[in-house]
């Protein structure tokens, strides 16, 4: 089983920048794709950001696209999610996931984290 683990979120003004982590641990399967997904209040869960193992290949929400970066290390069993340009709609719980490919659809991925609250204040 795999566990996943969201980090780095908090409070920060519009046009700041914040990075979560999502830690894996467990029977980790680095050779998965692994993505970021956004949930807020009263809205349905949506795709942010996704990563190939090899980390060659990314997919971006196009509203994500030039303000926010997906990196990954695979021996620390780690992927980022480096946004910068925060605006106030970027407010959420951002959750991380698994996914065998990489891929931008949300039935495609499992193993979800509890999630990292990101608040952007105007």
């Known amino acids: 089983q795999v566990q996943l683990v969201e980090s780095g979120g908090g409070l920060v003004q519009a046009g700041g920048s914040l990075r979560l982590s999502c830690a894996a641990s467990?029977?980790?399967?680095?050779?998965?794709?692994r993505g970021w997904f956004r949930q807020a209040p009263g809205k349905e869960r949506e795709f942010v950001a996704s990563?190939?193992?090899?980390?060659?290949?990314?997919y971006y929400a196009d509203s994500m696209k030039g303000r926010f970066i997906i990196s990954r290390d695979n021996a620390k069993n780690t992927v980022y999610l480096q946004m910068n340009s925060l605006k106030p709609e970027d407010t959420g719980v951002y959750y991380c996931?698994?996914?065998?490919?990489?891929?931008?659809?949300?039935?495609?991925?499992?193993?979800w984290g509890q999630g990292t609250q990101v608040t952007v204040s105007s």
């Open positions: 996931a698994l996914a065998r490919v990489v891929t931008s659809k949300l039935p495609d991925f499992g193993s």
């Open positions: 467990g029977r980790t399967l680095s050779t998965y794709g």
């Open positions: 990563i190939s193992w090899s980390g060659e290949t990314t």
